[in-house]
């Protein structure tokens, strides 16, 4: 079986919006689009690389498969460690609006979202990924599906933008499974869900 993995860039107010350009995704007037930039480093580029590299198929959101679709089938190096894997290995789009998707080994999911990523892991492979994609992370959150975090958490607070944990959530523990740092100063918390939250009163 394969798990479902999310990689997620954020800031420390928990934004995924736009982190790569000005003009990545400047949807409900978000205008700090490219934040992630001053952080970027070969640290990141390594830890990227490692995640890729265990990759054997792709879950995205609509926005996130536009980005990704105009960008990366433009990388023709076959030794780039992020663009050989997108190219090459299947992608599964969740939309409602698209009909069609043209990058190559893409599918769009069809049917009930939840029962579809349920069969995508129970078939065989390593990781099906999910980058980016904040409205399908947090319902993959919501349905307790998915089997491990990457978050790499940027030092700048941004104020706005869409987050990746929205108020009402489930209770949720997580067990910290990984953590490093980069020498811009992003902190890469790897974590597994570890079942429901437990309260309880300090001292007790």
Known sequence: MA???????LSLDS???APGGREEDPSDGFDHGGWLAPFADEDMDRFMAEVFDRADAFLLGRRTYEIFAGYW?????????IAGRLNALPKHVVSRTLDRVD???????????VEAVTRLKEGPGREVQ???STRLARTLLAHGLLDRLDLLVF?????????LFPEGGTPTAFELT???RTAAGASIQTYRPAGPATFGTIGE
């Open 155 to 163: 030092p700048v607070f941004l104020g706005s933008g869409r987050r």
């Open 3 to 9: 798990q479902l993995t999310l990689t997620a860039f």
């Open 103 to 113: 990058w190559h080994g893409s599918r769009l999911v069809e049917g009930d979202l």
């Open 15 to 17: 934004v995924m919006q």
């Open 178 to 180: 990984g953590h490093r």
């Open 130 to 132: 999910v980058h980016g």
């Open 73 to 81: 089938p433009k990388v023709t190096d076959p030794d780039d460690p």
